[in-house]
């Protein structure tokens, strides 16, 4: 293992923050030799993005922000679960009803029979929520549901969001009558000043004896833009704090389906809800798909990023496949459709339906992933597929670039070899100490003139990986310093070399923190009804990718085990310097930069440094953050100490 030369006894001052830090100059040569003449590449535009599926109640539950889990008692064949009676003096019963259906797409309603109820003695249902619904103070939320009366009822549905022991109710409305056809109602529950909570209810109860149908009861809080059937603000705002420009969806797995049947088939995704019949996702539990295609494009726009759309390639998790030929054609069909519906013009058929949702305006569409980690299929199809979809495509759009979904990480015989992709998607889940060797020249080693890269997943873990058995030893569901460690560590790599790895995104994405909700560690941000955080990789990440610069410069280390990049911001001229130091020990760098005019004697550091077992949580979220300070001292040969298990971003002003 290399160490840094620390041979001389001198030292320089360089002010941090509010205190003092002493920085021991090496004898022995610079360490990061960086030559701001000479720009190697351009940073890839798209270099930082976001993945995205269907895991840890990302969507339900978490980013797609209806509060009540089992709107259209679809979840359980069986049982309305998520539901219970409620009972304040009257008397109900409720079961699952398959004969009187709201419609053909959703073809189970809750039937309630009420056998005692009266002006104060009510009885009706209640929802738990995601975890609880979220009740925060002075806030309005929006109510619906369908319902219809049998004949001879003649109560009001009182619709309410109520404390757990029902001593409390934060908001409430009333619908003084139900029609004998299904209808929806609407209506709008405001909360007073009480305390922010998720032990609360979703409550709908009746005065009057008889029987009543429900289906898609819903309760959105506010939205981010308030639009509709929309995003939880604060998650949503955590995303766009880290300047994504692109989401892959929708996965992932969850494009696959653990069947064929299962995939995320998107034209049932589309509409007002009561066309949305959902789907049971492969991370063990049903998807609503009340986050469907439309929304995924709007997710994207709202955070000004670029859709990279996965086509489902007919590869199913569980290995079922499509044998290329003329079985294949359905699929590939669909493909087509679906990219009309995201960049056609208003006036073609899958774009007049989006102009219809809203967006009569196409969606910017560069990128096409054909499936997703179809090195899976062990039938060795995917060959053939990618080749049928290709040609496919190419034909109608040559403009796409098309991404297939086995990249050089695997074996030859796994990769698609009759056509040459455009891009080829990595999948990386690695130990830190793994992303540390990576970091030493994985990329620089790469055919410049084959396909580029998209890392589409990659995520370090501290531990033997194990993402589903962990599950249950109690594992932070987010991880620690280390593995940001290890995570900045491969992003030095990535980005250094962003001529070729032209998109990379961490996943999984979100967790929804509640016990059982999640199906992976770790992930990158955390939450709950009411609250967020971001893990230690979160903040190396946003670190990276807020401070990207769009060339790469020359840039050579020597005697240190530092990793580092460095860009640098054409038009303002600030130079990024990236150092990652896995050790726990600080290192001293010793910093020489050629072919700048100038540069400036102060210089800003962001530093994320802390224990290496040190992390975040829901209770503690800002532990591990990044500090910002002042250096001073700084010349075109100075050095700088990285903390241990420290991530720092300098930026050197220079003309
Ligand atoms: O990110 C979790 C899973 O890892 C993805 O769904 C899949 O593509 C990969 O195996």
Redesign the pocket.
């Known amino acids: 293992m290399n160490t840094a030369r620390v041979r001389s006894a001198l030292v320089v001052v360089v002010l941090v923050g509010a205190g003092l830090t002493f920085h021991p100059i090496t004898a022995a040569g610079p360490t990061l030799t960086i030559e701001a003449g000479a720009a190697t590449a351009q940073v890839s535009p798209l270099f930082n993005g976001l ?1 995205t ?1 269907e ?1 840890n109640h990302a969507y339900d539950g978490g980013l797609y922000a209806e509060l009540v889990q089992n709107r259209a008692f679809l979840d359980a064949p069986n049982a309305p679960v998520h539901w219970s009676i409620v009972e304040d003096g009257g008397a109900a019963r409720m079961a699952l009803d398959r004969d009187t259906p709201l419609n053909a797409t959703i073809p189970t309603s809750l039937r309630l029979d009420v056998t005692q109820a009266s002006a104060g003695r009510s009885a009706g249902i209640a929802n738990d929520g995601y975890w609880g619904i979220p009740v925060k103070p002075n806030t309005r939320y929006r109510a619906s549901f369908f319902a219809r009366a049998a004949p001879g009822f003649a109560g009001g549905i009182t619709v309410a969001i109520r404390s757990d022991d029902g001593r409390t109710t934060f908001a409430s409305g009333r619908v003084p009558a139900l029609t004998s056809t299904w209808k929806q109602y609407e209506l709008t529950l405001t909360t007073g000043s009480a305390a922010a909570t998720t032990s609360a209810k979703y409550v709908l109860t009746t005065d009057g004896p008889g029987t009543v149908w429900f289906s898609l009861v819903s309760l959105f809080p506010p939205t981010f833009k308030s639009q509709p059937n929309g995003f939880r603000p604060d998650l949503l705002q955590m995303l766009i704090d880290m300047k994504p420009t692109f989401l892959r969806f929708p ?4 494009l696959e389906g653990d069947q064929i049947a299962d995939r995320f088939d998107w034209k049932k995704t589309l509409g007002p809800l009561t066309e949305r019949p959902g789907h049971m996702a ?2 063990t539990y049903r998807s609503s798909d009340g986050l469907g295609l439309h929304e995924f494009l709007m997710w994207a726009e709202n955070m000004n990023a670029e859709p990279i759309l996965a086509v489902y390639a007919g590869y199913s998790l569980k290995g079922a496949y499509v044998k290329p030929g003329p079985d294949l054609e359905p699929y590939i069909q669909d493909a087509l459709d679906e990219i009309e519906y995201v960049m056609g013009p208003a006036t073609s058929t899958w774009g007049a339906l989006r102009a219809r949702a809203g967006h009569p305006a196409p969606f910017k569409l560069r990128y096409v992933e054909i499936g ?2 179809d090195f899976f299929d062990k039938s060795g199809s995917y060959d053939g597929r990618f080749a049928q979809f290709h040609h496919a495509i190419k034909a109608r759009y040559p403009q796409l670039q098309l991404i297939s979904s086995s990249g050089f990480e695997r074996p030859e015989n796994e990769r698609v070899k009759s056509v040459v992709p455009d891009v080829v998607d990595e ?1 990386y ?1 690695r130990t830190v100490d793994v992303f540390l060797r990576m970091a030493r020249g994985t990329y620089e080693k790469y055919d410049r003139k084959g396909p580029k890269i998209f890392v ?2 990659w ?1 370090a873990y501290e531990t033997p990986f194990q ?1 589903w058995n962990e599950l249950s030893k109690g594992e932070a569901p987010t991880p620690n310093m280390r593995a940001a460690i290890g995570d900045a560590a491969f992003m030095t790599e990535m980005e250094k070399n962003s001529d070729i790895v032209i998109m990379n995104c961490y ?2 994405l979100l967790v929804n923190v509640n016990p059982g909700a999640r199906q ?1 560690r770790p992930n990158l941000i955390g939450y709950d009804g009411l609250r967020v955080y971001g893990s230690p990789s979160y903040h190396a990440i946003k670190l990276f990718s807020t401070h990207l610069g769009d060339e790469i410069l020359k840039a050579a280390t020597a005697d240190t085990d530092v990793l580092t990049s460095v860009t640098r911001d054409r038009r303002t001229g600030t130079i990024y310097v990236k150092l990652v130091n896995a050790a726990t020990n600080p290192a001293p760098v010793q910093i020489e930069l050629t072919g700048a005019r100038t540069v400036s004697s102060t210089a800003t550091a962001l530093t994320l440094a802390a224990d290496p077992t040190a992390t975040n949580s829901i209770d503690a979220p800002e532990r591990v953050v990044p500090v910002t300070s002042k250096i001073s001292g700084v010349s075109s040969n100075f050095t700088y100490t990285v903390p241990a298990s420290g991530i720092v971003v300098l930026m050197l002003e220079t003309r």
Not at 251 to 254: I, L
């Open positions: 993945m599926e895991i996965g992932g797995n969850y492969p991370w997703n980690e999948h889940y589409g997943e995520g993402p996943a999984p992976w």
